[in-house]
């Protein structure tokens, strides 16, 4: 869902002004960058579920910090995601708290 939605935002933004020269390689290190920032982001509830496990942080107190998780995750979405347009970073900035609140979840049914 990123990769399309920073695409056609590169592909349409100043494309009245500036002619798109896109290589195969500027390509690839696009995607790539984007995957490796996803990835990163896709660790939240493993380090959640460590913590949990290892009785520093319990589901509550994960739940009652929910306010400054949204505002890091906008952030984090501003900051690791190659384009600067507000679609592609709310769709990251969506990815991280979605696993954020999943993996509180998980913390809960496993007890801790």
Do not use: H, N
């Not at 896709?42 to 913590?51: A, N, R």
């Not at 979405?77 to 696993?99: E, F, K, N, R, Y």
Request: glycine share 10%.
């Amino acid at each position: 869902m990123l990769t399309p939605a920073a695409l056609s935002f590169f592909i349409s933004y100043g494309a009245d002004v500036v002619e798109q020269a896109w290589s195969i390689e500027s390509y690839f290190e696009f995607v790539l960058v984007l995957m490796f920032c996803t990835g990163l982001v896709f660790q939240v509830p493993v380090l959640q579920l460590i913590l949990g496990q290892l009785g520093i942080v319990s589901s509550g107190q994960m739940l009652k910090s929910w306010r400054y998780v949204i505002l890091v995750a906008v952030i984090r979405g501003a900051i690791l995601t190659p384009s600067t347009d507000p679609v592609t970073q709310s769709l990251l900035a969506g990815a991280v708290l979605g696993l954020y609140f999943g993996g509180i979840g998980v913390v809960r049914l496993m007890g801790k």
